[in-house]
């Protein structure tokens, strides 16, 4: 059974910084791209950052690029999501999802539970 | 940056059949832009459906399918359940982003 855990979320200063966490299991994690999407209270989805399998290709939405890394250990299993320079609009729950190509078309499959981060004086 | 455009809102009788669209700024939406699908319920993360304009997940229900429409990629839901009452979000590839649909609230009346 696939299974995305996402740890790290919490109460954060303005220009401050938090690092989220996806644990993976129940699938091959070095091979399959992965993603982070969040969602503003009471908002839309918003897709945030993509990975390739082997950690050599990044991309991000124009909004954090600059401010957010997002890595993968695959060893560990482990999506990373570091957010630093963090303003009030990031505030959302962070979603970790695996992303792949199959088909013909590209594809978010397997979704986390959410871990919410907070950005607030 | 694109904007992709969803109904806000829409209502549907159960055992209905009812069509969300999801439209680009850019133009019309084509497989280019591998059309994927979401539903999401108060309180729970997204759950996919459509991927790739039509293609369904091994857990997505027969009555869920996906096509392009106008210009517009789409998502049919035919015999509508009162527990398709949900959000409905659109995902595309835009250029080098990846854009989610402002979604559609569904309510089944």
């Known amino acids: 059974e696939v299974q995305l855990v996402e740890s790290g979320g919490g109460l954060v200063q303005p220009g401050g910084s938090l690092r989220l966490s996806c644990a993976a299991s129940g699938f091959i994690f070095s091979s399959y791209w992965m993603t982070w999407v969040r969602q503003a209270p009471g908002k839309g989805l918003e897709w945030v950052a993509n990975?390739?399998?082997?950690?050599?290709?990044?991309s991000y939405v124009d909004s954090v690029r600059g401010r957010f890394t997002i890595s993968r250990d695959n060893a560990k299993n482990s999506l990373n999501l570091q957010m630093n320079s963090l303003r009030a609009d990031d505030t959302a729950v962070y979603y970790c999802?695996?992303?792949?190509?199959?088909?013909?078309?590209?594809?978010?499959?397997?979704w986390g539970q959410g871990t919410l981060v907070t950005v607030s004086s | 940056q694109t904007v992709v455009t969803q109904e806000p809102s829409l209502t549907v009788s159960p055992g209905g059949t009812v069509t969300l669209t999801c439209a680009s700024s850019?133009?019309?939406?084509?497989?280019?832009?591998?059309p994927n699908w979401f539903q999401q319920k108060p309180g729970q993360a997204p759950r996919a459906l459509i991927y790739g304009t039509n293609n369904k997940h091994s857990w997505t229900p027969a009555r869920f399918s996906g096509s392009l429409l106008g210009g517009k990629a789409a998502l049919t839901l035919s015999g509508v359940e009162p527990e398709d009452e949900a959000e409905y979000s659109c995902l595309l590839y835009c250029g080098d982003a990846w854009v989610f649909g402002g979604g559609t609230k569904l309510t089944v009346l």
């Open positions: 999802a695996r992303f792949d190509y199959g088909l013909g078309s590209y594809y978010i499959d397997y």
């Open positions: 850019t133009g019309a939406v084509t497989s280019g832009y591998y």
């Open positions: 990975i390739k399998s082997d950690g050599s290709a990044k």
